[in-house]
């Protein structure tokens, strides 16, 4: 029977639609468990639904997971693969095979027909940083004729800049800190990462003192309170500081394209290519697995053959 394709859902609410049942109980286990993040977790509802979609346009398919078979699977992911760009038929899959792995340990399947399936190779790319040039350039832009800023104003951009850039934090992890999670004596602040992980890293002598700058001319949060206050007073939020960031690249002349996370990439890169250990820097960037980390070494290896391209006699 020819397959017919049915759009993703545009939103991951797990309800009136085959086997909604029992993804929205899954769903809900990951984010009492805090094993996803909201963000993730809602990514997961959306990738679900349009799977099982998909599954009843093609073959009317009520909603029964135990009736889920291998070659379903396969047809989707070839199906899909002529739609979709290969990490969107990857990230999919993974919510598929992730909730059907759970499935199968509560008994409500018996095995997974995603056991063997084997998802599309990503294309393998590296992420965009700053240079160390280009980073203080960044760091050192004088913002004093930028229209309405306040003294306060720029002294927290500036703090969140060193942060994000002496720590490698997340924009979300930046945004959650609190007045109790920086100690200013040690240099080490308290991260709540993904999957409610919690790390404690470094974030340089001049992230401190712009940090003070800042609490010196706002004054001290209450241990609860956000480290980073918006415009208005409330919660940072990461939207805001990406525009800022815009504002503080056009002031540096340096180019529009470039985001808070590229600052994280910027800090891995950093650290790797003047000596420390790539597990120090895994622990520092919170991730889970070494080889998440090891990309930056391929940045690395890609400078070191740029330089010798350069300057060695015989390149």
């Known amino acids: 029977m020819k397959r017919r394709p049915v759009q993703s859902a545009d939103d991951g609410n797990p309800s009136g639609w085959p086997g909604s049942a029992a993804v929205s109980a899954f769903l809900q286990r990951q984010l009492a468990g805090k094993r996803l993040a909201p963000r993730s977790v809602l990514t997961y509802g959306r990738s679900l639904k349009g799977f099982a979609l998909w599954m009843q346009a ?20 070839i199906e899909r693969q002529n739609t979709h760009s290969r990490r969107s038929v990857h ?38 940083f700053l240079t160390e040039g280009q980073a203080d350039t960044l760091l050192d832009a004088d913002a004093t004729e930028a229209t309405g800023e306040t003294p306060e104003r720029r002294a927290r951009d500036q703090a969140i ?27 080490l602040v308290r991260v709540l ?25 706002r004054g001290p949060p209450a241990r609860g309170a956000p480290l980073l206050l918006a415009a208005r007073g409330g919660p940072l939020h990461p939207r805001a500081v990406q525009l800022m960031l815009k504002q503080k690249l056009a002031l540096a002349g340096l180019p529009a394209d470039l985001t808070p996370h590229k600052l994280r990439h910027a800090c891995a890169t950093h650290l790797l290519a003047n000596g420390a250990d790539l597990r120090l820097v895994q622990e520092q960037l919170g991730h889970a697995s070494l080889s998440t980390t090891q990309i930056y070494t391929h940045l690395s290896v890609a400078r070191l053959r740029e330089v010798h391209r ?3 006699p015989r390149s």
């Open 58 to 77: 093609n073959g009317g398919w009520t909603g029964d997971w135990s009736r889920l078979t291998a070659r379903d699977l396969r047809d989707f992911v």
């Open 91 to 128: 990230n999919q899959l993974s919510a598929v095979r992730a909730f059907l792995s759970d499935l199968r340990e509560r008994g409500g399947i018996a095995t997974t027909p995603a056991a063997g399936l084997v998802l599309p190779k990503l294309p393998k790319s590296l992420p965009k």
């Open 161 to 187: 800049l060193e942060i994000l850039y002496g720590a490698g934090l997340r924009v979300s992890e930046l945004c959650g800190l609190t007045g109790g999670d920086l100690d200013l004596g040690t240099g």
């Open 193 to 217: 990462g993904k999957g409610s992980k919690e790390r404690v890293v470094p974030v340089g002598d001049t992230a401190v003192a712009a940090v003070k700058v800042y609490l010196g001319l």
């Open 310 to 312: 350069k300057a060695h």
